[in-house]
């Protein structure tokens, strides 16, 4: 038996000054899509955006239903209507930000654990590592590169193959 360590890696930037100008903007896209989330129950109001390969942005924001798990977190409306509209083109960066009801968000919103998941199916399907640029309302941002940096011994689709 033995004791097995993974590290995971990640950016921190301590203001927007620091972004690209294309990560800037994709944040910016991000906190605008804040608007349109329905979150009546959490006040918690969340801004996706999501930059394809072929230049597109596709923003999305949270969807809340009085049956809680009938709702819909804003990187997965983001990530599946962009794979709606523009199936065969592959996801590059998606910004993720919020803004509460009662308090200021002053750490990176990071994506539950199925949003993860749903992430890790868009680079497998596409065979290309997805960038996340994370922010609250305000503090710093962190960049992950590459979904096995949240998601550590995520289920791959090679186990579902005969060996
Ligand atoms: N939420 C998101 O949309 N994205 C996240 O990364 C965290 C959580 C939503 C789900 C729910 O509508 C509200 O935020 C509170 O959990």
Request: hydrophobic share 40%; aromatic share 8%.
């Amino acid at each position: 038996m033995k004791q097995v360590e993974k590290t995971i890696s990640y950016w921190e930037y301590s203001d927007d000054n620091e972004l690209s100008s294309e990560d800037l903007n994709l944040l910016q896209k991000a906190e605008s899509a804040i608007d349109g989330a329905y979150a009546p129950y959490s006040a918690y109001h969340v801004g996706a955006a999501v930059l394809l390969e072929n230049g597109e942005i596709i923003s999305g924001n949270n969807q809340e239903n009085v049956a809680y798990p009938s709702g819909l977190c804003a990187e997965r409306v983001a990530l599946f209507y962009a794979s709606s509209k523009f199936p065969e083109v592959p996801v590059k960066t998606i910004a993720i930000t919020a803004k509460a009801k009662d308090f200021i968000i002053d750490k990176p919103v990071t994506p539950c654990g199925s949003c993860r998941q749903v992430m890790a199916e868009s680079e497998n399907r596409f065979h290309n590592k997805l960038r996340l640029v994370m922010k609250g309302e305000t503090g710093k941002i962190f960049i992950i590169e590459g979904v096995n940096n949240i998601l550590p011994l995520m289920f791959h689709a090679d186990e579902l193959k005969k060996k």
